[in-house]
């Protein structure tokens, strides 16, 4: 059996650095069924149809985020076209299942290990014969008729130490760039632009041996420095964090390793910095989202401005650089209130800063709260409006604000963006030293970062 796993993406983004979710899925096939051979890529449909063509794949799984939902109907369509059994999966097919096309056999809704698992043990036994998938748990598929039917959801996989780390040798991971890692599932809290929390119901961790045994099959494998922890959040469960730097001091090859991960205002915390410090995390990255009272407590329940402004703070005074992500365009933000927020990126002592546009995704509350007001249409969408990473353009976005036109907010977007650059800037100079003696010591991991950053620059990110 040939099994192609695809993360749907622009054309510039062909093969660069891929989530690990179908990393996940590739890992588990391999680990239940030898025999499969397994490729990942990622890209647009010309880029699927040439692997297509080479690879010449049994299944073809795609995964894709709702703004690039578009691209996932053309790669099915040829896929589908060229005999192969396409399975859709992801964060958007498991909100709206209904979204699905006739060139899609079946979709996976939610988690997508152990129903890839059985759809490929179903496929060895009655191929694409649609029907012999109707009793698994956690899909949806067409009848005949084109009805949608859906199964029992599928109950999350526990403990997620079963599963075998990512497959990293089949995600295009260049010789000493960071590599990102997800060491817990889901998330406790709420806020209204996140879709986490619906496609995982639940927050669960691996355990601290799994995580500094996968750090370590990272450091050997492909000789990075620096690892980002992509968690939705990584210090969710501090005693975690405790027993993972206990474990990492045991081991001196990764003393010299550096860290990335994700945090919560109201989990911060002088212990918990240290402790970070300790672990060698280099950089704390923040959802701060507003800092006016109102639009935060909308968009991020139980967090305040003044914890905001004490977590940068904590964190900068014990030598973690800060990294905060910000949101504007809330249904009810004022210009005052953004203005609060700008004043905060402008003068607060962020490493980094990056705003976006609150966007409505399917299986959020502000989702839901666009199609109340009319904004949205859910039987005929334009996805790609909901592409937030550009919203210069536009033909991009669903505005949100019911206090600004969307020029005002498209122009407040642009100063943020050009307090981002300025920043990024001074960081860049401020590195220069670090870098040569970086070069010097290790030539070999310094220009596979040059590449990288040259890479992700290419790609619009930070």
Same mark, same amino acid.
């Given at each position: 059996m040939r099994l192609l796993l695809v993360e749907t993406a622009p054309s510039s983004q062909r093969n660069s650095r891929l989530t690990a979710?179908?990393? *996940?899925i590739a890992s588990y096939v391999r680990h239940h069924i030898p025999d499969v051979v397994v490729q990942i890529i990622k890209g647009d449909p010309d880029w699927v149809r040439e692997n297509v063509a080479d690879?010449? %794949?049994d299944i073809v799984g795609i995964s894709t985020v709702s703004q690039y939902y578009p691209m996932a109907v053309r790669i099915a369509d040829l896929c589908h076209e060229r005999g192969a059994f396409v399975v859709i999966g992801g964060h958007h097919l498991s909100a709206l299942p /209904?979204? $699905?096309t006739s060139s899609m056999d079946i979709g996976v809704v939610g988690e997508g290990e152990d129903t890839m698992l059985d759809i490929c043990r179903v496929f060895s036994n009655h191929g694409a014969q649609r029907s012999a998938y109707v009793e698994l748990d956690g899909v949806v598929l067409q009848d005949k008729s084109g009805e949608l039917l859906r199964s029992r959801r599928r109950a999350l996989h526990k403990p997620l130490d079963d599963f075998p780390f990512p497959a990293r040798d089949l995600m295009h991971i260049q010789p000493g760039e960071s590599v990102g890692m997800i060491t817990s599932r889901g998330c406790s809290y709420g806020c209204v632009f996140c879709a986490s929390s619906a496609f995982w119901q639940s927050i669960r961790f691996h355990s601290a041996e799994y995580v500094v045994a996968e750090i370590k099959q990272i450091v050997e494998q492909h000789h990075t420095s620096h690892i980002y922890m992509w968690d939705d959040l990584f210090v969710a469960d501090r005693k975690r964090v405790e027993r993972i730097l206990a474990l990492l001091q045991q081991e001196p090859r990764l003393r010299r390793i550096r860290y990335s991960v994700t945090c919560r205002a109201n989990l911060a915390t002088? /212990?918990? #910095?240290r402790l970070l410090k /300790? $672990?060698?995390?280099?950089?704390a990255m923040f959802g701060l989202e507003s800092m006016s009272p109102d639009t935060l407590a909308y968009l991020k329940p139980r967090v305040t401005v003044d914890q905001n402004r004490e977590a940068v703070d904590v964190f900068h005074r014990n030598g973690i650089r800060v990294t905060g992500f910000f949101v504007i365009g809330s249904p009810q933000e004022t210009r005052e209130e953004i203005e609060q927020t700008l004043h905060f990126v402008r003068t607060a002592p962020l490493y980094r800063a990056e705003a976006y546009m609150l966007t409505p995704l399917p299986g959020t509350v502000v989702w839901n709260y666009a199609i109340e007001r009319g904004l949205i249409d859910p039987e005929h969408v334009d996805w790609e409006r909901l *592409? &937030?990473?550009n919203p210069e353009n536009p033909e991009n976005g669903i505005i949100l604000s019911e206090t600004m036109e969307p020029d005002v907010l498209r122009d407040y977007w642009r100063k943020f963006q050009r307090v981002r650059r300025r920043k990024d800037r001074i960081n860049l100079? #401020?590195? &220069? %030293?670090?870098? &040569?003696?970086?070069? &010097?010591r290790s030539p070999f991991e310094e220009l596979a970062l040059v590449r990288e950053r040259l890479r992700t620059h290419r790609q619009g990110h930070i």
């Open positions: 979710g179908l990393g *996940y690879f010449r %794949p /209904e979204s $699905m002088d /212990e918990l #910095a /300790e $672990m060698n995390v280099v950089e *592409y &937030i990473d100079l #401020a590195r &220069i %030293p670090q870098h &040569i003696t970086h070069l &010097i």
